[in-house]
Structures are given as structure tokens and as C-alpha cells.
């Protein structure tokens, strides 16, 4: 299994754009998580899905932030407009509790690394 | 508001020294307790635990659990540089729900 796969690697923008990013989970977990690091704040959760369906998107920041899972084995986080303060690395994971019912955590993906200028 | 709270915040310390990193937690309808590592990309899972007492153990790595007091301890022996990262402890809350609240980390730099 390819893991978690997260795109692009980097991403660097002018405040005012539009920047998606892209996962794609772990083929047969139903959970997906969108949290975004930062120094400040750590890893904070933004949005989770289960099987495709938003359970909780408390921690999205604001309206400029938007989440979709349009199907099992792909999902979006959208900005937009972006700002500066956006600036942090976004990372996906998903989770199945389906592995003999025992819950052995989350996998991550690499992360987006994201800029805004 | 559910609250984990690591220390120290950062840590340096030699080759072959033992470490011990902290996890404390404040939180309803606690679960279980996940330790991660984090170098330069993704972190990676190292142990969950959910029962007081009992040591979770991978080679130099160990991990322990205390529900009457809410704190967890990740100790590493005969550190090595390799072992230098962020050290993240999370903690999952039980129901349906499934994310998990981190702590702010450990930095440990392990030097030659």
C-alpha cells in the first residue's frame, strides 16, 4: 500500500488565490482527517469524514476554508482567498477501525507545505 | 475545552543518555492515548495506549499510561542521534468520534 498521499509536496502563493489541496487515503479506511500544523497552534483538526460524509468541520478556521470527499479514495481542502496566516503544513490521514476492530491510529500523509506571500 | 499538554518543550541531550518525555491530559470521555514521531515529514505512530499500567514497549522506546493521575511518560534509553525529532502525544476521546487532540510536542535533540 502506497500510504496516504498528499499533493502537492509545496505549495507557494500570492494572498488572494485559490489553493486546493489533495488526498488521497489509504484504500479501505472509511475515516478521513484534514489538520493543519503550525509553530503556534501545533496540529489542530480542521474537518473529518466518514465514509465520504463531513462528521465534524468545528475546526475549520472560517468561511474561506471548504472540505469535500466526493467519493471512498479521494478528498479536497479548498482556501479561498488565501491569506498570509494561512502558512502551514496541511496534512491528511485516515483511520479504519476494521483491522480485527483494533484501533492502531492514524496514518498521515506527507503533508502540503503551504505558502502564502 | 479538552487540553494535552506536553513537556519539556524541547530537550538536549547526549548520545546513550535516557529520556523521559511527559504527556498530561485534561479531557472528557478519555479513550485512549496515541504517541507519535515526527522528524522532518508525517508523523508516525509509535504506541496507543488505553489501560492504566501496563508498558507499551518497542526496543528503546517504552510507554506508560496512568488514568488516576491523566498523564502518560514515553521513555527512551540509550538515545541515539537518530532518535532526535518532535515527539507528539494525542489523545482520542471515546464515542463515535475519532480525532484525536495533540499536544504541542517535545523537541528532542539527541547530540553525538
Known amino acids: 500500500d502506497a500510504g496516504v498521499i498528499q499533493s502537492p509536496r509545496h505549495e507557494v502563493t500570492e494572498m488572494g488565490q485559490e489553493v486546493t489541496l489533495r488526498c488521497k487515503p489509504i484504500?479501505?479506511?472509511?475515516?478521513l482527517f484534514w489538520y493543519r500544523q503550525t509553530m503556534m497552534r501545533g496540529l489542530e483538526l480542521l474537518i473529518y469524514?466518514?465514509?465520504?460524509?463531513?462528521?465534524?468541520d468545528s475546526g475549520m478556521p472560517e468561511d474561506r476554508f471548504s472540505a469535500k470527499m466526493p467519493n471512498a479514495s479521494f478528498s479536497t481542502l479548498k482556501i479561498q482567498p488565501s491569506e498570509p496566516r494561512d502558512s502551514a503544513v496541511y496534512f491528511c490521514?485516515?483511520?479504519?477501525?476494521?483491522?480485527?476492530?483494533?484501533?492502531?491510529?492514524?496514518?498521515f500523509g506527507s503533508g502540503t507545505r503551504l505558502t502564502v506571500v | 475545552e479538552d487540553k494535552v499538554v506536553q513537556s519539556p518543550l524541547s530537550l538536549v541531550v547526549h548520545e546513550g543518555d535516557t529520556v523521559t518525555l511527559n504527556c498530561s491530559y485534561e479531557?472528557?470521555?478519555?479513550?485512549?492515548l496515541l504517541w507519535y514521531k515526527q522528524e522532518k515529514k508525517a508523523p508516525t505512530f509509535l504506541f496507543m495506549l488505553t489501560s492504566s499500567g501496563i508498558e507499551k514497549k518497542s526496543g528503546r522506546l517504552s510507554s506508560i499510561l496512568d488514568k488516576k493521575e491523566l498523564f502518560s511518560i514515553l521513555n527512551i534509553t540509550a538515545t541515539q542521534t537518530g532518535d532526535s525529532a518532535v515527539y507528539l502525544c494525542?489523545?482520542?476521546?471515546?464515542?463515535?468520534?475519532?480525532?484525536?487532540?495533540f499536544g504541542s510536542g517535545t523537541q528532542l535533540t539527541v547530540l553525538p
Open positions: 490521514a485516515s483511520s479504519s477501525l476494521r483491522t480485527g476492530g483494533i484501533d492502531y491510529g492514524y496514518t
Open positions: 484504500s479501505g479506511h472509511d475515516y
Open positions: 494525542a489523545v482520542r476521546l471515546s464515542g463515535s468520534a475519532r480525532q484525536l487532540t
Open positions: 479531557v472528557t470521555n478519555f479513550r485512549s
Open positions: 469524514f466518514n465514509n465520504n460524509v463531513p462528521i465534524d
